[in-house]
Antibody, heavy 120, light 110 residues
Framework: QVQLQESGPGLVKPSETLSLTCTVS????????WSWIRQPAGKGLEWIGR???????NFNPSLKSRVTMSVDTSKNRFSLKLNSVTAADTAVYYC??????????????WGQGTLVTVSS | QSVLTQPPSASGTPGQRVIISCSGS????????VNWYQQLPGTAPKLLIY???QRPSGVPDRFSGSKSGTSASLAISGLQSEDEADFYC???????????FGGGTKLTVL
């Protein structure tokens, strides 16, 4: 059974960089796309972006200038960095596995989510 | 403002059939498959329907998906109290080169 687990600081100061890691167990990270999705409290889901194990990325245009993603196949994990954060970036952040094709993509396994609060 | 449009709420009584709609455009639903996610309170979203009408293993056949043109629908038959959740549609958008979500529909079982 594939499992994903997000980890990282739960509190980030404004203007600093949010850094999260998603560790995958029960399956190899060497195939598929791997995504990040976030959800502000009481609001809907927002796709942040995805990375393939070849390093190819796609990002939400509204976040693209601030987002970096990387993958470490040796440790079976992938990471998200979001810089210059503001209070609007406060949300539960989920990582997910996307086994579909480039456009027929879907997220079949999700992490439990981690709350990141941006506050001084 | 979400790229895909869903009704904010839906409701039904136990045993009823409920349909949740998702409206998009030619760059997303019109040219790509649609996925549906169910999010129970306080939990991560769960894949309910993928590639417009496919059910992952373990999802009851009470849940079904369809797509026509630039719209998609999720049908839930034999409504049960445990179906009470938020439901989201999602699709790839060729113009944005990324995934877009609907705003979500809160389903209440009366």
């Amino acid at each position: 059974q594939v499992q994903l687990q997000e980890s990282g600081p739960g509190l980030v100061k404004p203007s600093e960089t949010l850094s999260l890691t998603c560790t995958v167990s029960g399956g190899s990270i060497s195939i598929y796309y791997w995504s990040w999705i976030r959800q502000p409290a009481g609001k809907g889901l927002e796709w942040i972006g995805r990375i393939s194990t070849s390093g190819g990325t796609n990002f939400n245009p509204s976040l693209k200038s601030r987002v970096t993603m990387s993958v470490d196949t040796s440790k079976n994990r992938f990471s998200l960095k979001l810089n210059s954060v503001t209070a609007a970036d406060t949300a539960v952040y989920y990582c997910a596995r996307d086994p579909g094709g480039y456009t027929s993509t879907y997220s079949d396994y999700w992490g439990q989510g981690t709350l990141v609060t941006v506050s001084s | 403002q979400s790229v895909l449009t869903q009704p904010p709420s839906a409701s039904g009584t136990p045993g009823q059939r409920v349909i949740i709609s998702c409206s998009g455009s030619s760059s997303n639903i019109g040219s790509n498959t649609v996925n549906w996610y169910q999010q129970l309170p306080g939990t991560a979203p769960k894949l309910l329907i993928y590639r417009s009408n496919q059910r992952p293993s373990g999802v009851p056949d009470r849940f079904s998906g369809s797509k026509s043109g630039t719209s998609a629908s999720l049908a839930i038959s034999g409504l049960q109290s445990e179906d009470e959740a938020d439901f989201y549609c999602a699709a790839w958008d060729d113009s944005l080169n990324g995934v877009v979500f609907g705003g979500g529909t809160k389903l209440t079982v009366l």
